[in-house]
């Protein structure tokens, strides 16, 4: 079952994945109308918002990558023990599969 702290973090993926989406739409939008206008200043602002929201996604997803490694590498882990001590109990010998 996944932890509260899991649930929390791809809540708040989730949410900055959208946020997101919504701002880069919002930013390509506003970079149309300046650039018809020759806005090289306010193109400019547009840019740096819209990296800077790339940024918060970003830190999110590796926030979120590391997490699942975690997850995986502590359950391999766990089954390389069991499996190592089920060995163990068997004299050695390789288990059938």
Do not use: Y
Not at 74 to 90: F, K
């Amino acid at each position: 079952m996944p932890e509260d702290s899991t649930r929390r973090l791809l809540k708040v993926f989730g949410v900055t994945v959208t946020e997101f989406e919504d701002a880069s739409r919002a930013a390509v939008d506003k970079a149309r109308a300046l650039g018809a206008q020759g806005d090289l200043p306010g193109l400019l602002g547009v840019l740096q918002d819209l990296l800077k929201a790339s940024q918060e996604l970003n830190d999110k997803w590796l926030e979120t990558t590391r997490l699942i490694f975690e997850h995986q590498e502590r359950a391999c882990r766990e089954v390389g023990q069991i499996l190592a001590e089920a060995r163990r109990r068997a004299g050695g010998g390789a288990a059938a599969g």
